[in-house]
């Protein structure tokens, strides 16, 4: 089935460490974003690629760091400069910037 | 992006009504509009989607409303199902390649 796998599903940090979050799709969209989701809040945008070997910082990328070295994955990892890293991370992919989202179930990080 | 905190708002429907959930958009140039729905801990999935050059669209069960005059998206859900529990949120775009913003979402829940 095409879509988008995130791993982990729930990851546990101590302060001061970095982490890597895996996005990958093989639905061959050239477009993918990664969104931070909290309580009561829409999705903010940390960072997008809109092709291989690009990417942009979105509103809150302060603290993150991606790399797009494939059209398939996106990975993302929330750095120790972070402040408040615990929270729901979902990766999503178009066609192209500005079409239809599809989403990743999502990883939940907690930092200890 | 807006913030309202840690509680959304709520809308509890008895099984078999309709639902009616509304978001206001931000930006008057906003001409592309998707409603998501996203159950606990998971990731959102595509409803409905709208253009600007249309002010309804229907799907199975479910309706979208634009009034681009008051910036108004409405999403109808017919005969509630306990199924359509869930948060609800609009994302808005441009047609020039512009990334969503999301609007906080609206948890729907279903009573028996």
């Known amino acids: 089935d095409g879509g988008i796998t995130q791993s982990p599903k729930y990851l546990f940090r101590k302060e001061g460490q970095n982490v890597t979050l895996s996005c990958e799709q093989n639905l061959n969209h050239d477009a993918m974003y990664w969104y931070r989701q909290d309580p009561g809040q829409g999705l903010r945008l940390i960072y997008y690629s809109q092709i291989v070997n690009d990417f942009q910082k979105g509103d809150i990328a302060e603290g993150y760091s991606v790399s797009r070295e494939k059209k398939e994955s996106f990975p993302l990892t929330v750095t120790s400069a972070q402040k408040n890293p615990t929270a729901f991370y979902l990766c999503?992919?178009?066609?192209?910037?500005?079409?239809?989202?599809?989403f990743g179930e999502g990883s939940r990080l907690t930092v200890l | 992006g807006e913030s309202v905190g840690l509680h959304l708002p709520t809308l509890s429907v008895q099984e078999g009504d309709n639902s009616i959930i509304n978001c206001a958009y931000s930006?008057?140039?906003?001409?592309?509009f998707i409603w998501y729905k996203q159950e606990s801990g998971k990731g959102p999935q595509f409803i409905i989607d709208?253009?600007?050059?249309?002010d309804k669209r229907q799907g199975q069960r479910v309706t979208v409303l634009l009034n681009k005059t008051v910036k108004h998206l409405s999403l109808q859900i017919a005969a509630t199902q306990p199924g359509d529990s869930a948060v609800y949120f609009c994302?808005?775009?441009?047609?020039?390649?512009?990334?969503?913003?999301f609007g906080p979402g609206t948890r729907l829940s279903v009573l028996p």
């Open positions: 999503a992919s178009s066609i192209l910037r500005g079409m239809e989202l599809f």
């Open positions: 930006n008057s140039a906003s001409d592309y």
């Open positions: 994302a808005e775009t441009t047609n020039y390649g512009q990334n969503f913003v």
């Open positions: 709208i253009r600007s050059n249309m």
